[in-house]
């Protein structure tokens, strides 16, 4: 009863620890739900519409989900009850074949006993009468037969009925296991759609976060195209306050010409200070003019330097695409290898395949003599160690393998630090060159001022314009073609992300042959259990016979022939156990080697899964960047439109002031020829003193007229 009692308790045993990895493998999911629930729960008040919709439909979808794994949590555990109500069934028909194994061998007592009085009395009668055996010893010898022929059968029936609950015992493991392969597998599909809403709502939230930035930006604009506004009509607000102080000077002059002498002197004095003014005028236009120089030298240097910063960003570009097709190329290898190491898989199942086959062969050249099973038992013995050796050399080839793949792989992080490293110098540069763009906004600003002062320069501003044209020309273009490569970049990702869901599709169907493998393997240790106890039962069977052999000395040919043909069958299953557990433990062994090739292949798509997230994540910022640039070369195509119309007015003011100098000049050299003719009739001392003042003057006046001012700037 103990021994009967004992595969039940294994199997009860077996079935908790079973109950219990699925509680703690379900357990670390629950917690991932609900880290994620609070963050669902707990919006940001700044979201958008868009947003909040999108969040609410994930959460009904994430709440959907839920009740699906409740359900199916549910299912698994209705099914473990099931399975806990037949191993209960299977213990109770354990018990009763104890009890009729028990019942047989008082029956085989009470047979024995009978024996003994028949030899006793077939003893006695001998004595009496020695013509031969009694009636009554041979009806008790006729009745012993028929009650060992009775137990026997009785023997027979239990050992059917053990092996038909045997078989509905595995039928009903393998339904259980199959169910519960597919509601794990459902239940992995639940997770997956879980994290992918995840991960949506998570792009979602940096997608709001982008946005927030960009209007951010653009305030920041305004602002400051709101400030330059405001300091140009300050510039504009002084230049009439100039213009009102020249024409109240020129009133002032006019009332001062009315005096004639005192107002005489005052015109030569104010003709000394225009003079000295005029001076000072083109002292202040030669500096003007050399800061001009300077600036255009500057922004030559600039410019070259820009275009030495886009060129190594290009190279640096061609050195990231090179690098990524090296990647794919290792991740082709590590493909190659993946395969290789499938195929090793395959030819190991073709090894205990015929494994299987031989010790088919085995089992039915075991009923043959003697010597020819120790012949037959020394070649599957030598078969064995072949086979050993071959799978000895099935699992070098794989260690190889996976030294491969371990090169291979570090081969691939060297190329991902080093376009890491490529990455870090292309922001680098991106900065320097974001410097640079600041720098010429400071010397554009510069320019500007310069050019308010200098009325004079429009033909250089209208070039200078027309060359921040054609720049801003070739940044759009430039633009244009960083977003060309960021599609390039996104289509290279789409290929990424195909890539990595075949290798999850694959790594999901080794993941369900080794579920499927798990569970023959499970089935055989439970075949091998009940084999061993069979081989216990048949041991003790064995010494029960040898006992009655001993007895009944008048049946000895008979039991002598069922004790050689149990024995055989004894050795039989000993060698079949003794292969089978030789089996087994090389099938554990492949198993373990596969369980840590699966184990690297999932790493590895974790990592390829990484990688293109990456990727992915620089082609947006990329494409960011190429989208503020064009917004900044928009910017910068109105700001030159709101310059050239400065310009424009600049222009007209210009004129104007130079058409108010004009008519000041031939006011005030009417003035002089009236206080020279007044002077000659005087006297001819103050006439010629006046006819020298007047060539001054009419000098002084010819270097102020349009003329002589272009004359001297061309000379200069």
Do not use: W
């Amino acid at each position: 009863m103990m021994r009967a009692s004992t595969p039940a308790a294994a199997e009860d045993n077996r079935h908790r620890q079973g109950r219990t990895a699925e509680k703690s493998a379900a357990a670390p999911p629950a917690r991932l739900y609900s880290a994620k629930d609070a963050a669902a729960r707990s919006p940001s008040p700044s979201r958008l519409g868009r947003g909040a919709n999108d969040n609410g439909s994930m959460a009904t979808e994430l709440a959907r989900v839920r009740r699906e794994r409740d359900d199916l949590r549910a299912v698994l555990d209705r099914f473990e009850r099931h399975m806990a109500d037949i191993q209960a069934n299977v213990r109770g028909h354990a018990i009763e074949r104890a009890n009729l194994q028990r019942a047989l061998e008082d029956s085989k007592a009470e047979l024995a006993r009978a024996r003994r009085e028949l030899l006793a009395s077939a003893g006695a009668s001998a004595a009496a009468s020695a013509s031969g055996p009694s009636l009554a010893a041979q009806a008790a010898q006729k009745r012993a037969e028929t009650d060992r022929d009775d137990a026997l059968a009785e023997l027979q029936r239990t050992a059917s009925e053990r092996d038909s609950l045997r078989e509905r015992l595995q039928a009903a493991a393998e339904t259980a296991s199959g169910d519960r392969a597919r509601l794990e597998q459902r239940l992995e599909e639940l997770m997956a759609a879980a994290r992918k809403a995840a991960a949506e709502r998570d792009d979602m939230a940096t997608r709001a976060a982008a946005f927030r930035q960009r209007c951010a930006d653009a305030e920041e604009q305004l602002k400051m195209a709101q400030r330059c506004l405001a300091e140009r009509s300050e510039a504009a607000a002084e230049a009439n306050a100039a213009q009102e102080a020249a024409a109240a000077a020129a009133d002032a002059a006019q009332r001062q010409c009315r005096q004639l002498q005192a107002e005489a002197t005052e015109a030569r004095e104010a003709a000394n200070e225009l003079d000295d003014q005029c001076g000072r005028a083109q002292r202040e236009l030669r500096a003007a003019r050399e800061e001009r120089e300077e600036m255009r030298r500057s922004i030559a240097s600039l410019q070259n330097e820009k275009a030495a910063a886009e060129s190594s960003a290009k190279d640096r570009s061609d050195r990231i695409r090179s690098l990524e097709a090296e990647a794919r190329a290792a991740a082709a290898e590590a493909a190659e290898a993946r395969a290789e190491a499938a195929e090793a898989g395959q030819a190991c199942e073709r090894t205990r395949n015929q494994a299987a086959a031989r010790e088919a062969e085995l089992r039915q050249a075991a009923t043959d003599a003697a010597a020819a099973e120790r012949r037959r038992t020394e070649a599957a013995a030598s078969d064995a160690a072949r086979m050993r050796e071959d799978l000895s050399a099935a699992a070098r080839e794989i260690r190889a393998l996976r030294g491969e793949l371990q090169a291979a792989r570090e081969e691939r992080e060297e190329l991902l630090a080093r376009l890491a490293q490529e990455s870090r110098r292309t922001e680098e540069a991106t900065e320097a060159g974001a410097e640079l763009r600041e720098r010429c906004r400071a010397i554009s600003a510069e320019a500007e001022r310069n050019r308010a002062e200098a009325a004079t320069e429009n033909g250089a501003l209208r070039q200078h314009l027309a060359a921040r044209d054609a720049e801003l020309a070739r940044a759009r273009e430039r633009a244009n073609n960083g977003e060309a490569e960021a599609q390039e970049a996104r289509r290279s990702a789409a290929d990424l992300a195909a890539k990595v869901d075949t290798l999850e599709r694959s790594l999901r169907e080794a993941q369900d042959s080794a579920r499927r493998q798990h569970g023959e393997l499970q089935a055989a240790f439970a075949d091998l259990a009940a084999l061993r106890d069979l081989c216990a039962q048949l041991e003790a069977d064995k010494e029960r016979l040898e006992a009655d052999k001993d007895q009944l000395e008048a049946e000895r040919g008979e039991l002598e022939s069922e004790r050689e043909q149990l024995a055989g069958q004894l050795s039989e299953i000993s060698d079949t156990s003794g292969r089978t557990e030789a089996a087994l433990a090389d099938e554990r062994e492949a198993r373990l080697g596969l369980a840590g090739a699966l184990a690297e292949c999932r790493d590895e798509a974790a990592r390829c899964r990484a990688a293109a997230q990456e990727a992915e994540s620089d082609a947006e910022r990329e494409r960011e960047r190429a989208d503020a640039a064009e917004a900044r070369a928009d910017a910068g195509a109105r700001e030159t439109g709101r310059l050239r119309s400065r310009c424009a007015e600049l222009e007209a003011e210009s004129e104007r002031l130079a058409r108010l100098l004009c008519a000041e000049r031939f006011e005030r050299e009417r003035l002089a020829a009236r206080i020279g003719a007044a002077a000659r009739a005087a006297s001819p001392a103050r006439f010629s003193a006046s006819g020298q003042q007047q060539q001054r003057s009419g000098g002084s006046s010819r270097a102020q007229s349009p003329m002589g001012r272009r004359y001297e700037d061309e000379d200069f």
